[in-house]
């Protein structure tokens, strides 16, 4: 079964740093690029950072560019987003998700930026 | 960054009409837009994709069309499981950008 499971939200104080974790089953982990979807209380859906197949390609949202930090152990089936100087607006669910196609799928470039499948999410609140 | 504007924010209707939510892009992004169901307290579910192609399992009454700067998301036939918000998003490139969402209401 497909699935994909965070771990690591909490309340923190503004200023400190948190790591979240995803752990993936179900799939060639291995194959697939891993993003990072937040979502602020009761607003809409932002993306948040991009990590390709093996790792050699991160992207990341102007709002949490030189601030977070997203990586893959890909002998551990799992993604992380490493978030320092943390901020009120950070504040959110932030949810894993699985881009649609393997990078090794001949319809990889047509589903790059698709997200398939969803964690149940994970919630971070930043609060003094 | 690539601004997605769906409408309406809110669309009331009733079971068995047919609804259309619109989004439109500050600029072309080609046929790479993808549609999204989110239901209160769950993730996001992926409905279609390349602006017009239905994810698998996804009921045949959801269809998407558009290319360039406007896109549709229609629903032929209302059903009591689609109420629930609605997400446009592209990806043509990053960083990727979602719409701000349609929720659709029971009328």
């Known amino acids: 079964q497909v699935q994909l499971v965070e771990s690591g939200g909490g309340g923190v104080q503004p200023g400190r740093s948190l790591r979240l974790s995803c752990a993936a089953t179900?799939?060639?982990?291995?194959?697939?690029?891993m993003d990072w979807v937040r979502q602020a209380p009761g607003k809409g859906l932002e993306w948040v950072a991009a990590?390709?197949?093996?790792?050699?390609?991160?992207f990341y949202a102007e709002s949490v560019k030189g601030r977070f930090s997203i990586s893959r152990d890909n002998s551990k089936n799992t993604v992380y987003l490493q978030m320092d100087s943390l901020r009120a607006e950070d504040t959110a669910v932030y949810y894993c998700?699985?881009?649609?196609?393997?990078?090794?799928?001949?319809?990889?470039?047509?589903?790059?930026?698709?997200?398939?499948?969803w964690g149940q999410g994970t919630v971070v609140t930043v609060s003094s | 960054d690539i601004q997605m504007t769906q409408s309406p924010s809110t669309l009331s209707a009733s079971v068995g009409d047919r609804v259309t939510i619109t989004c439109r892009a500050s600029?072309?992004?080609?046929?790479?837009l993808a549609w999204y169901q989110q239901k209160p307290g769950k993730a996001p579910k992926l409905l279609i994709y390349?602006?017009?192609t239905l994810e698998s399992g996804v009921p045949s009454r959801f269809s998407g069309s558009g290319s360039e700067t406007e896109f549709t998301l229609t629903i032929s036939s209302l059903q009591p499981d689609d109420f629930a918000t609605y997400y446009c998003?592209?990806?043509?490139?990053?960083?990727?950008?979602f719409g701000q969402g349609t929720k659709l209401e029971i009328k």
């Open positions: 998700v699985r881009v649609r196609e393997s990078f090794y799928s001949t319809k990889w470039f047509g589903s790059r930026g698709v997200f398939d499948i």
């Open positions: 179900g799939f060639t982990f291995s194959g697939y690029g």
């Open positions: 990590i390709w197949y093996d790792g050699g390609n991160k």
């Open positions: 600029q072309s992004i080609s046929s790479w």
């Open positions: 390349q602006a017009s």
């Open positions: 998003q592209q990806y043509y490139t990053y960083s990727y950008t």
